[in-house]
């Protein structure tokens, strides 16, 4: 069975930093694209961060320069590395793995606030 753990969220003062961690079972992440999304209470869940197999990275226009994705083949691991964190960064935010065309695992998310 294909499990993501995400881990790292919390609150967090604008300008801060956060880390998250994504471990994945049951599947070599190495193999596949892997994401980070995020989704903030009414609003559609939208893509963050991207990594391919061979550590091409895209961020989102909102994301690029402040937050920066990284993956761990030996570990099974995809980071979000967040810097200068805002109030609009508030999201539950996913970990993602494409295992096939249009489609692929979402791990359970973890809460990041940012606020003062």
């Known amino acids: 069975q294909v499990q993501l753990v995400e881990s790292g969220g919390g609150l967090v003062q604008p300008g801060g930093s956060l880390r998250l961690s994504c471990v994945a079972s049951?599947?070599?992440?190495?193999?596949?694209?892997m994401g980070w999304y995020r989704q903030a209470p009414g609003k559609q869940r939208e893509l963050v961060a991207a990594?391919?197999?061979?550590?091409?990275?895209n961020y989102a226009d909102s994301a690029k320069g402040r937050f920066t994705i990284a993956r761990d083949n030996t570990k099974n691991t995809v980071y979000l590395q967040m810097n200068a964190l805002k109030p609009e960064d508030t999201a539950v935010y996913y970990c993602?793995?494409?295992?096939?065309?249009?489609?692929?695992?979402w791990g359970q998310g973890t809460q990041v606030t940012v606020s003062s």
């Open positions: 990594i391919t197999t061979s550590n091409i990275t």
């Open positions: 049951g599947v070599a992440s190495s193999m596949y694209p």
């Open positions: 993602r793995v494409l295992v096939g065309a249009a489609n692929g695992y």
